[in-house]
């Protein structure tokens, strides 16, 4: 039996989605959570890996088991056996031949910048703290360059381990409210700190030091060091994954683009 689950956590404690060797990585926590229910070794696979830092309200994530228990028995053992920064919100039965990763069409991102001259105690693990104002009208322009489907070499981890850096942005739209400076951006896959490097970039622009057309030379170069710094971690949140109408089953998420996105930091 093939279940999928939505989960979302608070990246602060982590070393990233994925287990890993050294430090503690969500993967593992929902692993064991998991197998404490299903009294079995449980294996996962999620629709997108975050990194270090990288909180996520929409992550999809699947599993199979021998175990048999009821939805609500899956729900409340599994968030019983985890830490208070992770949850399952949903869960559903699936097909065999869904996977969390490879049957996901498109997955989005959003980041938030803090734009005040003054910092925040409360959001420090949820944003980036810019003093300097912003020009979030050419951050804007800069992002509509960034469009459509394109290789986004410049804009990918040197150690990023993708056999292809072509990746296709259907959005990417810079959002202000007050002090706040939302960035939501969605594409078929994402690279190795792809949302991270184009942030940086577009806060590159939205300072001023760079201008609006420089985010389609950068891209064009296809040269990491071209492009702006990485934006830190702690304001990038996968907020939402989406699949074919035939895996209808799976419940929407409860952080998608059909909300207004300013709630979520207001």
């Known amino acids: 039996m093939r279940l999928a689950l939505g989960v979302e956590y608070d990246g ?11 430090g ?14 299903a009294d079995e070794v449980i294996e996962t696979m999620c629709a997108g890996r975050t990194d270090a830092g990288v909180h996520a309200t929409g992550q999809v994530v699947h599993f199979d088991t021998i175990a048999k228990r009821s939805d609500h028995g899956w729900l409340l053992g599994i968030n019983s056996n985890l830490p208070d920064d992770i949850n399952v919100n949903w869960l559903a039965r699936v097909d065999d031949n869904f996977h969390a990763r490879y049957s996901a069409k498109s997955r989005t991102y959003r980041y938030i910048i ?15 703290w810019i003093p300097k104002l912003l020009n979030e009208q050419a951050m804007q322009q800069g992002a509509d360059l960034l469009l459509g489907e394109h290789d986004f070499s410049a804009f990918r981890a040197a150690g ?5 850096a072509m990746r296709e942005i259907t959005q990417l739209q810079v959002l202000r ?19 991270r490097n184009i942030v940086g970039t577009l806060v590159a622009i939205g300072n001023e030091t760079q201008n609006p057309k420089w985010a389609s030379a950068v891209l064009e170069s296809g040269d990491r060091t071209q ?5 830190p971690p702690q304001g990038l949140t996968l907020v939402n994954v989406s699949y074919a109408d035939s895996y209808s089953v799976l419940p ?9 996105l300013y709630d979520v930091v207001l």
């Open 12 to 22: 602060t404690a982590y070393i990233g989605w994925q287990r890993q060797k050294l």
């Open 177 to 195: 409210k007050n002090c706040w400076i939302l960035i939501v951006v969605t594409a078929n896959a994402f690279l190795q700190h792809m949302v």
């Open 114 to 128: 803090l734009n005040s001259n003054v910092r925040s105690s409360l959001d420090r693990h949820r944003s980036w």
């Open 252 to 260: 929407t998420n409860r952080d998608t683009s059909g909300i207004n």
């Open 160 to 164: 990023c381990q993708s056999a292809t």
């Open 227 to 231: 492009a702006g710094i990485a934006a």
């Open 24 to 37: 503690i990585g969500v993967q593992e926590c929902l692993e064991t959570a998991i197998g404490r229910v």
